[in-house]
């Protein structure tokens, strides 16, 4: 399939920031709620009633376009829906639902649109619900801040970097201990930002570079069209944990070296 043309694009960029932001009420109204039940899912990992219904209303929205709304829609909470197409829409209606139902801030809404045979990004959408900040971008057509264009690092010195890693538990689960302790031992501001509200520092170059093991493509794809049309660059590569990708990104120079300190050929 060949890329679509500029003009598609930029609907498809807007569709995905415009359901993106879609839920935002919803989520701000459960969140630090002192009776939010949080379940466990058969991954280990929490959910709530607001998760699903932030998925709803994106679905819904995405659904009621006449242009994309016929599209395969993958979330992360209610699978699959709709007939085959070029193209599918993934949805992760929360992401960072552990520190969200523990009321912690950095939780976000991601959409991003990608080509359904080969995985390639094509535009995508993050929402940060607490400071009401949207990154949205679309292939060759730049990647911007509720307007503003963004522009990631082009740091080069990786030991007075700031580079983000998330919990150990992660890098475990996808036998990648030693790349999280080979960063920490070469950089000496490794700090501990994490989920989309971490992507968008990245992206928008406050923090030099991430380094992330086993996620989901709806965790991934708006991040890979986003940093790269910021600027900045990723290395990719399948995880051990079947269907899920390690990936690196941000200031194209660091991202070769961690790249190379994390194993990635």
């Known amino acids: 399939m060949t890329v679509p043309e500029a003009g ?47 998925e709803a209303v994106i679905r819904q929205r995405l ?63 993050i ?20 307007g503003k264009r963004l522009r990631a690092s082009a740091a080069t010195d990786l030991r007075t970097a700031i580079i983000a890693l998330p919990d150990v538990a992660e890098f475990s689960e996808a036998g990648m201990e030693r790349a999280w302790a080979a960063v920490h031992a070469s950089c000496e501001r490794v700090r501990g930002y994490t989920d989309c509200c971490a992507h968008a520092l ?3 170059g406050a923090v030099d570079a991430m380094l992330e093991a086993a996620l989901s493509p709806w965790d991934v794809r708006a991040t890979q069209v986003l940093i790269v049309e910021a600027g900045g660059a990723y290395r990719a590569r399948p995880s051990r944990v079947a269907g899920r990708t390690d990936i690196v990104f941000g200031s194209p120079v660091l991202v070769d070296r961690i790249a190379e300190l994390a194993g990635f050929e």
Request: hydrophobic residues 40%; contains cysteine; proline residues 6%.
């Open 202 to 204: 990245v992206i928008a």
């Open 127 to 146: 929402h940060l619900p607490v400071t009401d900040e949207t990154l949205a971008g679309a292939r060759g057509l730049g990647a911007e801040r509720d």
């Open 63 to 125: 659904r009621g376009s006449a242009e994309f709304g016929t599209f395969e829609i993958f979330g992360e909470e209610a699978g699959a829906e709709g007939g085959p197409a070029d193209c599918r829409w993934l949805i992760d209606p929360i992401d960072g639902t552990r520190g969200f139902a523990r009321g912690i801030p950095t939780f976000g809404t991601i959409v991003a649109l990608e080509e359904r045979e080969s995985a390639r990004e094509l535009a995508g959408a």
């Open 8 to 54: 598609t694009l930029a609907r498809a960029r807007d569709l995905a920031a415009e359901a993106a932001r879609a839920p935002r009420d919803l989520i701000l109204a459960r969140f630090r709620s002192p009776d939010l039940p949080v379940e466990t899912k058969s991954d280990g990992t929490p959910v709530t009633a607001a998760d699903r219904g932030a």
